[in-house]
Nanobody, 126 residues
Framework: QVQLVESGGGSVQSGGSLRLSCRVS??????????MAWFRQAPGKEREGIAL???????VYVGSLKGRFTISQDNAKNTIYLQMNSLKPEDTDMYYC??????????????????WGQGTQVTVAS
C-alpha cells in the first residue's frame, strides 16, 4: 500500500510563501501512482480539493487558487510539492496530500482517494 508523509507547514505572514512536501512510499515510486492531489480542511468544514495531477502530466487547480498554488513532482525523490505564493489569512487550514494508484475517470472528491497523509498545518497571519 501507499504511504504518504507531509511536511513544510508552519506560520507565515500574509503575502508570503510556503512549499509543502509529500513523500510517497509503498509501491516504490510516484510513477506507480496515477493520481496525486492536495486537499485542505478547516475545522468543522468539508475537505476541499486544491490541485490534481494525473501521471505527472495533467494538472487541475481549483479556479480561485490557480496562479497562486502550483502542484509538481520530483520522481527521483518520490515527492510531490505544493508551492503556495501570495498567501492570505483565508488559506489557513490543515493541508493533506492524497493518492489514487489506479487510473480512470474520477471526480475530484476525497472518497476517490484511498491513501492520505497525516496533514500539515498552515497558518497565515495578517
Amino acid at each position: 500500500q501507499v504511504q504518504l508523509v507531509e511536511s513544510g507547514g508552519g506560520s507565515v505572514q500574509s503575502g508570503g510563501s510556503l512549499r509543502l512536501s509529500c513523500r510517497v512510499s509503498g509501491y516504490g515510486s510516484i510513477s506507480s501512482t496515477c493520481y496525486m492531489a492536495w486537499f485542505r480542511q478547516a475545522p468543522g468544514k468539508e475537505r476541499e480539493g486544491i490541485a490534481l495531477m494525473k501521471r505527472g502530466a495533467s494538472i487541475v487547480y481549483v479556479g480561485s487558487l490557480k496562479g497562486r498554488f502550483t502542484i509538481s513532482q520530483d520522481n527521483a525523490k518520490n515527492t510531490i510539492y505544493l508551492q503556495m505564493n501570495s498567501l492570505k489569512p483565508e488559506d489557513t487550514d490543515m493541508y493533506y496530500c492524497a493518492a489514487q494508484p489506479f487510473c480512470g475517470s474520477i471526480q475530484f472528491i476525497p472518497s476517490n482517494f484511498p491513501y492520505w497523509g497525516q496533514g500539515t498545518q498552515v497558518t497565515v497571519a495578517s
